[in-house]
T-cell receptor, first 116, second 113 residues
Framework: GAVVSQHPSRVICKSGTSVKIECRSLDFQATTMFWYRQFPKQSLMLMATSNEGSKATYEQGVEKDKFLINHASLTLSTLTVTSAHPEDSSFYIC????????????FGPGTRLLVL | SQQGEEDPQALSIQEGENATMNCSYKTSINNLQWYRQNSGRGLVHLILIRSNEREKHSGRLRVTLDTSKKSSSLLITASRAADTASYFCATGSSGAGSYQLTFGKGTKLSVIP
């Protein structure tokens, strides 16, 4: 149980375009979903926390207008990278928890974004 | 900001040997978790140890926690080639109305067959 999927697994786009990444909890309802960014050989950096039906909470330094997060249902959250630039190239990983108090997070397989 | 700091950054051992990774953190915690990440993949939760626990076992994994030193260690016994991965510690805290994890930089473990 507790499977999280992400789509697409990898995407290549031109600079200036927008890219949407989906995160789905397949066999449970996720009240809370998290979006992380990971640069090569580095750790995961939390970008934002989203609770179903409410606005996402962004970490300091993360532009909310650039990284649009929508958590419209208990099984789906989306991250849209708007007007992507080469410096946005990274590995984006989502995770989900059963509840706001859930201590363990279940991670998706990640999405590799390359902006040319 | 980074909370956990793993040590060593990279570790290479022979199959069958034990692997020990350490993690230090700075603030008070409710729990500390260890995750594993295969190259280019998502993370898999390995084990959670609470602040009032000192040691925990799960299969070939043994985790210790010393809250006075703000440190934890992950021991993998009788390592296998399939254990090759990056291992991250993460500390949990409440924030933004939900439970958040802060990850360390990770230890890259290579187990040589």
């Amino acid at each position: 149980g507790a499977v999280v999927s992400q789509h697409p697994s990898r995407v290549i786009c031109k600079s200036g375009t927008s890219v949407k990444i989906e995160c789905r909890s397949l066999d449970f309802q996720a009240t809370t979903m998290f979006w992380y960014r990971q640069f090569p050989k580095q750790s995961l950096m939390l970008m934002a926390t989203s609770n179903e039906g409410s606005k996402a909470t962004y970490e300091q330094g993360v532009e909310k207008d650039k990284f649009l997060i929508n958590h419209a249902s208990l099984t789906l959250s989306t991250l849209t990278v708007t007007s992507a630039h080469p410096e946005d190239s990274s590995f984006y990983i989502c995770s989900a928890g059963y509840s706001t108090a859930e201590e363990t997070q279940y991670f998706g397989p990640g999405t590799r974004l390359l902006v040319l | 900001s980074q909370q956990g700091e793993e040590d060593p950054q990279a570790l290479s051992i022979q199959e069958g040997e034990n692997a020990t990774m350490n993690c230090s953190y700075k603030t008070s915690i409710n729990n500390l978790q260890w995750y594993r990440q295969n190259s280019g993949r998502g993370l898999v939760h390995l084990i959670l140890i609470r602040s009032n626990e000192r040691e925990k076992h799960s299969g070939r994994l043994r985790v210790t926690l010393d809250t006075s030193k703000k440190s934890s260690s992950l021991l993998i016994t009788a390592s296998r080639a399939a254990d090759t991965a990056s291992y991250f510690c993460a500390t949990g805290s409440s924030g933004a109305g939900s439970y958040q994890l802060t990850f360390g930089k990770g230890t890259k473990l290579s187990v040589i067959p």
